[in-house]
């Protein structure tokens, strides 16, 4: 079945470092894929998204590139900031949205 | 300013005395859906609507009831709340259209933190 595979955490990062959350999917057709971040008290919210293979989304200085051929989404950020510590959360669309369970950041200065 | 209004942000009950929580978007969006969130777990969806008058359960629908009779309005009820049911949560909404059309992007309320007794 439809389902999100993402890196567990917790990770802690000190500023400056780079950023790596893995995530993968099983999914039936070609689904948008997503990555929302969560920070501390708050909602979920988008942070970037990729509609078709090969397309990379990308903001705040965090990029995700649609793999199809491995069935990944993986998030990057060259250089954290204490401000990214939050939750972040890898999901598609299938016929309703499939969310991983979250990994959670925190960046020391 | 569009957005997806929850209310109430923080509650705390006893166990088996009704309760609503309410949820209303400003955004015409067709699909709304209730997640919960719990610690290890990430986000479970528990009911989802794509229109009025359309409901369905998602992963975790025992104890929770939903009703959608109009569009901007999908309110949670837990007609006998237990302590299995603390958790937070989240009400969120979106457009419909194809999975692969990046249109179905979810814009998410700012929680509900729920304590039964």
């Known amino acids: 079945g439809n389902s999100v595979t993402q890196m567990e955490g917790p990770v802690t990062l000190s500023e400056e470092a780079f950023l790596t959350i893995n995530c993968t999917y099983t999914?039936?057709?070609?689904?948008?894929l997503f990555w929302y971040v969560q920070y501390p008290g708050e909602g979920l919210q988008l942070l970037l998204k990729?509609?078709?293979?090969?397309d990379k989304g990308s903001n705040k200085g965090f990029e995700a590139t649609y793999r199809k051929e491995t069935t990944s989404f993986h998030l990057e950020k060259g250089s954290v900031q204490v401000s990214d510590s939050a939750v972040y959360f890898c999901?598609?669309?299938?016929?309703?949205?499939?969310f991983g369970t979250g990994t959670s950041l925190t960046v020391i200065p | 300013e569009a957005q997806v209004t929850q209310n109430p942000r923080y509650l705390i009950t006893v166990t088996g005395k009704k309760l609503t929580v309410t949820c209303s978007q400003n955004?015409?969006?067709?699909?709304m859906s209730w997640y919960r969130q719990d610690p290890g777990l990430g986000l479970r969806q528990i009911y989802y609507?794509?229109?009025?008058?359309?409901?369905d359960k998602g992963d975790v629908p025992e104890g929770y009831k939903v009703s959608r009779k109009e569009k901007r309005n999908f309110p949670l009820i837990l007609e006998s709340p237990s302590p299995n049911q603390t958790s937070l949560y989240f009400c969120?909404?979106?457009?419909?259209?194809?999975?692969?059309?990046?249109?179905?992007?979810?814009?998410f309320g700012a929680g509900s933190r729920l304590t039964v007794l």
């Open positions: 969120a909404s979106s457009t419909v259209g194809a999975a692969n059309s990046g249109a179905n992007v979810l814009t």
């Open positions: 999914a039936t057709g070609y689904p948008s």
């Open positions: 990729a509609t078709k293979a090969d």
């Open positions: 999901a598609f669309t299938g016929n309703q949205f499939y």
């Open positions: 955004m015409n969006h067709e699909y």
């Open positions: 609507s794509m229109n009025v008058e359309v409901t």
